[in-house]
């Protein structure tokens, strides 16, 4: 019998990581995220794999010989969709469903990421799994169809969270610090109501459901903060201290006042009670990890 060394061991624990989607808000926060040290990440930006070109994701994802696949990339422009929605298609839909052949043919897990706007906000409670879907648009629509193509394999797992804000990367907190900056009132939608939800608390519950997918008992699961808002409450969060010293004012808008060239939910609440039964996981109230992601944002420049 051969003697088994610690390298040995290391080799057989340790799992490679690929992540997608590296140059975003999500995958810079998994590329971060405390893994076990053991674990090597690979972080595959849109140079290291085109998801607009389906045709060569299979290979590229081989090739990189990954254990487990996170799929963090996403064509997230909700307006921009609308004009292509056939990129849109081919990144969230075409290119989620070539990544579940790379994943089957070798058996390796692939946690993936959707979205609320797969609902239409006409529901007055909050959204379960189970809801009846029905996208107001075509990045919701190209969202529901990459969702549809990772039910297709049994070990991926769909992870549909909502309102995503970091400090690395361009979201709402820092769009709404940056206008603070310039102007002295800012009119913000107090009429859509969803979950903010921080890519480090994102990032952290992956880590953990990464260490163990066994307990998933469903395909897709609800992963959002607890506690709703309206972007208007959550700007008002976001510039308390410039509110309560008088540099600036933020002022309620409805959605009619705000027109986008792609409707949004009225409400897109998700319910995340089913992942925190199965993995124990539930993300922190967005008012408890706003601060820390509005400081760093500060501190590290807005631009
Ligand atoms: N942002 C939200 O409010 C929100 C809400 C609910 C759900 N989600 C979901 O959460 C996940 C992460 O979103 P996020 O906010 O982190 O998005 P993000 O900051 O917009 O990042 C998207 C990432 O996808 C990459 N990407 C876009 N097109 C690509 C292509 N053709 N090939 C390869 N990579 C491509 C981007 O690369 P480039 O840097 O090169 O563009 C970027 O790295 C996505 O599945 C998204 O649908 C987001």
Request: charged share 25%; glycine share 8%.
């Amino acid at each position: 019998m051969g003697i088994i060394t610690l390298s040995d061991m290391i080799q057989r624990t340790s799992r490679r990581i690929l992540i997608t989607g590296a140059t975003g808000q999500l995958g810079r926060e998994l590329l971060r995220a405390k893994w076990p040290k053991t674990d090597q990440l690979i972080g595959f930006g849109r140079t290291d794999l085109d998801l607009g070109d389906p045709g060569s994701v299979r290979q590229q994802v081989l090739d990189a010989s990954p254990d487990l696949i996170i799929n963090a990339a996403a064509f997230t422009g909700v307006d921009a969709a609308e004009t292509d929605e056939a990129t849109a298609h081919r990144v969230n839909a075409d290119s989620v469903g070539e990544l579940v052949k790379a994943a089957s043919s070798k058996g390796i897990t692939l946690i993936h990421f959707s979205t609320d706007y797969v609902f239409d906000g006409s529901n007055s409670d909050w959204y379960y799994e189970e809801d009846r879907v029905s996208p107001l648009g075509a990045y919701g629509r190209t969202k529901r169809a990459g969702e549809e193509a990772a039910a297709s394999y049994e070990n991926a797992l769909t992870l549909r969270t909502s309102w995503v804000y970091g400090a690395l990367g361009n979201n709402f907190v820092r769009t709404m610090l940056r206008l603070a900056d310039g102007r002295d009132s800012i009119g913000v939608v107090a009429d859509q109501i969803g979950c903010p939800s921080a890519t480090v608390d994102l990032a952290k519950a992956v880590v953990d459901i990464a260490s163990d997918s066994s307990r998933s008992t469903q395909p897709l699961y609800h992963l959002a903060s607890p506690e709703p808002a309206s972007w208007f409450q959550f700007a008002r969060a976001i510039l308390e201290e410039k509110i309560d010293n008088g540099r600036v004012q933020v002022n309620p808008l409805t959605t009619a006042e705000f027109p986008t060239p792609t409707a949004r939910p009225a409400n897109s609440r998700l319910d995340s009670t089913a992942i925190n039964r199965d993995f124990g996981i539930g993300l922190p109230r967005w008012t408890t990890t706003l601060p820390t992601v509005r400081d760093e944002i500060l501190r590290t420049g807005l631009s």
